[in-house]
Every structure is written in structure tokens, then in C-alpha cells.
């Protein structure tokens, strides 16, 4: 395939077009009864074990599957990925989160320079840092401990770093380290999320740690001016720089917020956002609650994935098979969406991260040559814990549309109980139904069987279920740092990658997100010209100018006067 060329117009892609018919003219049910085949579709790595035998494939699928990633230049674009070449072309940058979590003696370049020593040398100051914090060396304005720390940052400043902290949160290990200590997130605009975070909490011993790539986003520089504010009408203007911190790529902004540049953490413009939460994104606030050598886990856990992707062959590769298992649902058999179903509560933050990982890198409509596709690239991606899911959006799952679901399930619970004379254990009962729904998704149930269970006639069309839906199931052998890291994290960024891959388009850029951005931009000048000099709303359409009239309108109790308010709770 040429370079500049549509994957969909490739033999590969033809032929698993025409493959679709195949499949479609058997059940799952027929499939999952081939044990050889479905003996085929587990894999084991490093403790893991994925059960992709609820798929609708076979082992032609497979081959076939091969043979695009072939036509796509997969392995050329993975290997181009970890030798830093500038495959983000759209913003001319190389994409090399994998560097984040490399062992210090290994060497990966970009531009000829080995990044990983910058690496570890802003890990040492976050380990120095944190320690210092930790053991109530580094004091506040007032002479007391840092024992809370809010996080300010949105997007992938934000996501990842709350996945991780909520799985963390129950591990024995993690828990024990954190004992004492609060870590809070700051993402929302929206005051109410400020009120939330600064509730219960004493600027004395708090640390702020003012997360932005760009250091421009504006959600987060208000937020940040925001808790400055919070912080200096307290303790005075001077406590700024013990209470505040900073993690960026753009050190000169920092500077001019009023961060000490000492106490900022570096990253580099080859960490895409939504892939930072191993920099000090995430490595800083996690290690101020938890101890460096808990996050040295987890980083630890994603650079052994990072191994494997780079190295096994596509058979036995789990991101590149669940990437390649990824394209088939959405472009061959149409299905549009997936579901994250963690059967744990601790990765109940684990389907928002996953969203933004997937769909700000694929939700793309132009080639990485920036030709229109033909095809819909990209899926949409929503999840919620199991059982709570269950009672919540399955019947559509189950019933309604078909979305492949991704179960993921741990074999020994972070938090054990168990209650003398139950049937089972807690956990075991959350398992059960970890293990019993993709069978009921795979199978379903035939008017037959209802017939014979004398379901009476009326009811038996609204207790049928088509089964034949798709699912992959992931064990776990439990869930710690290093099984984070590991199995969640890396794996989806990437799968996410490898369909990008195979898609061509770009998953490493976010055009997408710049037109609501500037339109802001438009209706906050407005705000402030209508609020502060009674101008009237102009340049809108006529549904945004009556909205904004309104709510102008209706909210001139606001104050005119230019004083500072923050929240009252
Ligand atoms: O929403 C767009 C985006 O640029 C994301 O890609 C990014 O994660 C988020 O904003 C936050 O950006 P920053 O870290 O620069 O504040």
C-alpha cells in the first residue's frame, strides 16, 4: 500500500468486507462450542489472561485481520513510534510516552537525543520532592505539614491521574502509604467544583499542584488563579511559593504565574496530553500521596506492556489483537460503540480515562494525509463498574443494540469479605456476574427454551435474547500498582494506537477540540462587555443571542463591582 493511500482500498480490507457474510451466518454459539478455537483465543502474559473466544471470529477472521495490519504498515508504524520519529505530523511532534516509563538504562531517541535521562532526572526531583513532603520536611507558610494536596489540570491532565489515585485508593499496599493524606482533583470551570475541593480542607496544609501541558487552558489557569487566591487571602501573597507547584511542558508560563521554576516538574511536547498520566502529570501527585515507590510500580507495570507490544508477534500481542478485534467491530461488523465493564469499583474511574484516551485519538474524519474518510474511524466509548452497570444501560446491551463489551475482572479483591453462613464470598458474588454475562450476551435465549420453561406465549418475543454479541474477557491476578499500569493503562493506549494505526489517521492530535474553544472565546468577550458596559448581545445567531439574552437578563443581581468572591460552603 503507498503511503498517502486508504486502508479501505486495499485488498485486505476487501476481504474482510466480504468476510462479514461468513460470519454472519454463524452464532456464537456454534463458535464457542469449537474448543480448539476458543482454546486458540486465550492468551497469558505476565499473569494476565485474556478470553477472546466471545468474539464473532474465526481463525480465518484472524489471518485476515493480519493481513490488513500488514497492508497498514502496523509493525513499520509501532517500531516508527518507539524510535521517535515524528509520527504526530500534524503537530510535528514525536509521540514517546513510552519513554516515560522506561527502565533508566534504556536509550530511546528523539532527534538523535536519548530522552531517557531527562526523564529520570525529573523522576528523581519528584521522588526528592515528594519525599520531602511527605516526611513534613518541606513545611508551609505557617511552619505546618503538606498533608492535602488538590491537583488543578482537565483532560489528561486530570483523567488519568484519577483513574489511578481511585484504584489505588483500596490497595493494601497504597492505602497503608497514603495514611494521613488527601489527594483531590480540580477540573471543572465550574465554581462548584472549587467549592467542592476547598470544603474541609485548610490552605495551612494544603499543596496545590497546578497540572497543564500548555499551561494556557483556560479552564485550568482560572481554576488556578482561583485557588491562588484561596491561598494568599489566607496566608498572604508570600505563601504562594511553598503552597503552590507546577507540571508543564511550558516552564516561561509557569514562571510568570508566580510558581517558582524550581519547583515545577518538566515534560516535553512528545507526551501527548491524554497519554501524560506516567510524567509528572501523574507521577507527581500520586507520589505525593502515595510514596514514589508505589508509582515506581505502576510505572513498572506499564513499561513491561510497552515491552511486550513492541516485541510479540501479532498472535500472541494483546494490544495489537485487541486493537485489530477493535477495527473489525467497528468497520466490518458496524458496531459503533464498546463498553469498559471493570468488575471492581476501584477502576470505577477507569471508563472516563479510556473515553478520552480513544476518542480524542480516534474520533477523526480525515486520513493522516488529511483525506476525507470514506469509513468511520473511531468508537464510542462509555463504561460503568459491574454490578452497577448491570442495573443500569445492559438491557440495552443485552436487548437493544449490539456494543461489544470489554470484562474486566480481578481474581483477588483489593478488599476481601466475607460473612459467615453466606454462599459465597463478596467478591465471589461479584464474579459471578462477571463470568455470567458474557455468556448471556454470547448465547442469549431462544423462543424454544422459553417455551419449554412454559413462559407464557404473550411474554415470549420480550424474554428473547438474539445473543450472538460480542466480548472480550480480561483476569487479572489482582489489582495493584504494578497491575495498573500494566494491564489497564498501557494496554488501551496501545490498542487505541494500533487502530489508529491500521485506520491511518492521526491519533496523536486533537483538532477536534479547538472550534468550541475559540467560539468561548467569542461569548466570554461578550459576557464581559454586556456585564461591564451594559453592551448589547451582537455577532450570534439568533438562538445563541436569545440564550445569552437570558441568562444576561436574568443574572444582573451578579456584582458589577470588581471584587474577588469565592465559594461560601
Ligand atoms: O481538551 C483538549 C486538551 O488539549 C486535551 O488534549 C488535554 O489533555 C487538555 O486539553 C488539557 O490540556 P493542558 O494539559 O495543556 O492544560
Excluded at 477472521?61 to 504498515?73: D, G, S, V
Excluded at 511527605?134 to 511552619?143: D, E, L, Q, Y
Excluded at 437493544?400 to 480481578?410: L, Q, T
Aim: a negative charge.
Amino acid at each position: 500500500m503507498a503511503p498517502s493511500a486508504l486502508i479501505c482500498e486495499t485488498q485486505p480490507w476487501k476481504d474482510l468486507k466480504a468476510h462479514v457474510d461468513d460470519i454472519k451466518k454463524t452464532h456464537l454459539r456454534e463458535l464457542m462450542s469449537d474448543t480448539e478455537r476458543c482454546q486458540s483465543m486465550m492468551i497469558e502474559f505476565d499473569g494476565m489472561l485474556l478470553d477472546y473466544s466471545r468474539q464473532r471470529a474465526t481463525s480465518d477472521t484472524l489471518n485476515k485481520l493480519k493481513n490488513l495490519a500488514e497492508a497498514a504498515h502496523l509493525k513499520e508504524k509501532i517500531n516508527k513510534m518507539f524510535n521517535g520519529e515524528r509520527i504526530n505530523s500534524t503537530e510535528d511532534r514525536s509521540v514517546l510516552h513510552v519513554a516515560l516509563r522506561a527502565p533508566r538504562d534504556s536509550v530511546i531517541n528523539s532527534d538523535g537525543k536519548n530522552v531517557v535521562p531527562d526523564v529520570w532526572q525529573v523522576l528523581d526531583k519528584i521522588k526528592d520532592f515528594s519525599e520531602r513532603i511527605r516526611s513534613g520536611a518541606w513545611i508551609g507558610a505557617t511552619g505546618k505539614a503538606l498533608t492535602n494536596v488538590i491537583a488543578v489540570g482537565i483532560g489528561g491532565s486530570f483523567l488519568g491521574p484519577l483513574f489511578v489515585h481511585t484504584a489505588l485508593q483500596t490497595d493494601s499496599e497504597a492505602s497503608e502509604f497514603a495514611k494521613g493524606r488527601q489527594l483531590r482533583f480540580l477540573a471543572n470551570v465550574d465554581p462548584v467544583d472549587v467549592a467542592r475541593n476547598i470544603t474541609g480542607l485548610d490552605p495551612e496544609t494544603t499543596l496545590v499542584v497546578v497540572v497543564s501541558k500548555t499551561f494556557t487552558t483556560a479552564e485550568t489557569m482560572l481554576n488556578a488563579r482561583t485557588i491562588r487566591e484561596w491561598i494568599s487571602a489566607a496566608l498572604g501573597p508570600e505563601a504562594v511559593a511553598k503552597h503552590m507547584v507546577a507540571v508543564s511542558t511550558n516552564l516561561t508560563l509557569v514562571e510568570k504565574f508566580g510558581i517558582d521554576p524550581n519547583n515545577a516538574f518538566a515534560f516535553w511536547d512528545w507526551v501527548g496530553g491524554r497519554y501524560s498520566v506516567c510524567s509528572a502529570v501523574g507521577v507527581l501527585p500520586l507520589s505525593l500521596q502515595y510514596g514514589f515507590a508505589v508509582v515506581e510500580k505502576f510505572l513498572k507495570g506499564a513499561s513491561s506492556i510497552d515491552q511486550h507490544f513492541h516485541s510479540a508477534p501479532i498472535e500472541k500481542n494483546l494490544p495489537v489483537l485487541l486493537g485489530l478485534l477493535s477495527v473489525w467491530n467497528v468497520s466490518f461488523l458496524g458496531y459503533p460503540a464498546r463498553a469498559i465493564l471493570p468488575y471492581t469499583q476501584a477502576l470505577e474511574k477507569f471508563a472516563p480515562h479510556i473515553q478520552q484516551v480513544s476518542m480524542e485519538s480516534n474520533g477523526k474524519g480525515v486520513s493522516i494525509d488529511g483525506v476525507p474518510l470514506p469509513f468511520e474511524a473511531g468508537e464510542i466509548d462509555f463504561g460503568e463498574p459491574g454490578t452497577n452497570g448491570q442495573h443500569s444501560f445492559y438491557q440495552l446491551i443485552h436487548q437493544g443494540r449490539v456494543i461489544p463489551c470489554d470484562f474486566i475482572g480481578v481474581v483477588k479483591s483489593q478488599q476481601p469479605v466475607y460473612l459467615k453462613g453466606e454462599v459465597v464470598s463478596n467478591h465471589d458474588e461479584l464474579m459471578s456476574n462477571f463470568f455470567a454475562q458474557p455468556d448471556a450476551l454470547a448465547y442469549g435465549k431462544t423462543p424454544e427454551q422459553l417455551l419449554k420453561e412454559n413462559v407464557p406465549h404473550h411474554l415470549v418475543t420480550h424474554k428473547t435474547f438474539s445473543g450472538d454479541r460480542p466480548s472480550v474477557s480480561l483476569l487479572l491476578p489482582s489489582l495493584n500498582a504494578y497491575n495498573i499500569g500494566q494491564v489497564l493503562l498501557a494496554i488501551y493506549e496501545h490498542r487505541v494506537a494500533v487502530e489508529g494505526f491500521v485506520w491511518g489517521i492521526n491519533s496523536f492530535d486533537q483538532w477536534g477540540v479547538e472550534l468550541g474553544k475559540s467560539l468561548a472565546t467569542q461569548v466570554r468577550k461578550q459576557l464581559n462587555a454586556s456585564r461591564k458596559k451594559a453592551e448589547p448581545v451582537e455577532g450570534f445567531n439568533f438562538s445563541t443571542t436569545a440564550l445569552l439574552t437570558r441568562y444576561l437578563e436574568a443574572s444582573t443581581d451578579i456584582s458589577k463591582e470588581d471584587c474577588t468572591v469565592l465559594p461560601k460552603m
